[in-house]
C-alpha cells in the first residue's frame, strides 16, 4: 500500500520543470503583450517591437533550458548552485522598469499590481483600492468588468478637460490565472498617453485655418499695391515711395503673424507637459523693461518697475516666462496714450488669493475676470507680475473674449497699427502649461490691470518675499 501511495504522490506532482514551464509561459506572455500595446499605440515602431520579441524568446528559451539541466541529478550541493529569478520576478521587474503606465485589476475592480508609471499618471496610493475611484471613466470601467468575465479585450479612448486637457488610449485585455476558485480572470489595464499626437493633429488644422483667414487681406494689399506700381504709377518716384513703405508695413506684419502662430503651436504641444527649470520673474521683469524701453520712450511713456530685493524665484521654462511678460508690456504699451504710465510689479511668497487681487481696485465699476486658474493647493506659494496701464480702459462684456485668438477689442480684426490678435492667447496657454493663474481687471477710460501667477520654487515657498513691498521705481537701464 505504501508503495502504491508513493507511486500516486509520484504521478499527482508535476515535473520539475513543469512550474519554470509555466513561468516562462506567463512572463513571455505578459511581455509580448506590453509591446504589442505599445505597438499599437504608436510608442515603438515595428523594427523595435520585433527584436524585443525575439529578444524575449530567446531569453525564455534559455531559461528554459536551464529549467530541464536543474531537473537532472546535481552532485554539487543546492547551496552552491546559481540562483535564478522565478518568472513571476522576471514579470514583476519588467513592469517596474517600463515608463508606460500598466495596471493588473481584480475582483470587484480593485487594483492588484500597478507600476510606478500607473501610480504617477493617475495619483494612486496604495494598491488595494477601487479603479473607478481613481479613474471615472465609464467606457474604459465597462471594458474591465468585461475582461474580468473573459471577454475580448477592448481598446478605449477618453479626454479629459480639467485641470490639463489630455487624451488617452486605454487597452485592456484578459488574463486568465491558474488559480482555483470561480474568478479565475483579470484583467490587465495599460495607458497610454495620445494628447502629444491629438494636439498635433489640430494644431496642424488651427494653423492652416488662422493662417490662410488673416494672410489674406496683406496678401490682397500687397497684389493691389503691385498692380499700381507695374501700371499706373511706374513713373511715379513719390508713389513708390509710399506704396513701398506701405508695402513693408503688410510684410512686417505678416511676419509677426506667422512667429505667433508658430509660438502658440510650439505651447499648445507641450500644454500638458508641466516645465522642470527655474526663472527669476524679477529679473525677467528687469531684462523685459530694458528691451521695451525704446518703443516707450519716443511716445513719451514711462515704464515703472517695481521689484523686491531679491530673487522671485518660479518653477518655470525661463523663455517662455519672459515672452509672457514681454506680450503683456507690449500689450499695456499698444493701448496707452502719448506721455502715459505703464506700471510693472512683481511679487513674491504670496499666497492664492492675494495672487488673484490686486492691491487696489482700479475704480468701484471696474470689470474682473479670471482667465486661467492654478490646480486647487492651500499651501503653495506663488510669484506673481502685475501690468499695469491708464489707457482706454476695456468694457466688462469685451473680458470673456480678450484670450482669444485673432480678437481685437470693438471687434476690430486687422489694423496696421494693431498687433495679431494673438498675444493674449499665448500667454493663457504658457500660464496654462505653469500650473499658474492669469487675471485681468479694467475699466472704460480708466486703464486695465493683467496679474499672471506661477507656482514657487519648492525651496523657496517658507521665504515670503511679498513682506518686502517693492516701493521703488526703477528706470531701464
Known sequence: MASTRDKASHWSKPPPDRPRRRDVAATCGLGVLILAVLLAAGTIDFAPFFGASLALAALAFVYYLTAITSAQ???????????????????ELMLERISVPVLLIGVGGRIERANPAARAFLGLGAE?????????????????????RGEKGQSVEYSTLAPIESHVRAFVE????????????????????????????????????????????????????????????????????????????????????????????????????????????????????????PVAEPRGISLELRRPDGPVLVQGERDQLYEVIENLVENA???SEDAGRVCISVHGGL???????????????SGRLTIAAPPLSTDSRYGVVRVQDRGKGIDRRYLPRLSERFFRVGGQKSSPTSGTGLGLAIVKHIVTRHRGGFTVESAPEKGSVFSVFFPMRQAAQTGDTASREPGRGEAAE
Open 351 to 365: 499666497t492664492r488669493d492675494a495672487s488673484e487681487h490686486a492691491e487696489t481696485r482700479i475704480s468701484d465699476e
Open 333 to 335: 504699451l499698444k493701448y
Open 174 to 293: 484578459p488574463i486568465r490565472l491558474d488559480l482555483p476558485g470561480p474568478m479565475p480572470w483579470r484583467a490587465m489595464l495599460v495607458l497610454a498617453d495620445d494628447t502629444s499626437s491629438k494636439r498635433a493633429e489640430r494644431m496642424r488644422a488651427d494653423f492652416l485655418a488662422n493662417a490662410s483667414h488673416e494672410l489674406r487681406t496683406p496678401l490682397a494689399s500687397l497684389s493691389g499695391f503691385i498692380e499700381t506700381l507695374r501700371g499706373p504709377a511706374r513713373e511715379d518716384p513719390d508713389a513708390q515711395e509710399r506704396f513701398l513703405s506701405i508695402m513693408y508695413d503688410q510684410t512686417e506684419r505678416m511676419r509677426r503673424l506667422i512667429d505667433d502662430l508658430l509660438s502658440l503651436s510650439r505651447v499648445e504641444m507641450n500644454e500638458h507637459l508641466a516645465p522642470s527649470g527655474e526663472a527669476d520673474l524679477a529679473e525677467l521683469a528687469r531684462e523685459v523693461v530694458n528691451a521695451l524701453s
Open 73 to 91: 541529478p546535481q552532485v554539487e550541493p543546492a547551496a552552491v548552485r546559481p540562483m535564478r529569478p522565478a518568472g513571476a520576478e522576471v514579470a
Open 128 to 148: 488595494g483600492g477601487l479603479l473607478s475611484a481613481s479613474l471615472r471613466q465609464p467606457r474604459v470601467l465597462e471594458a474591465v468588468s468585461a475582461a474580468l
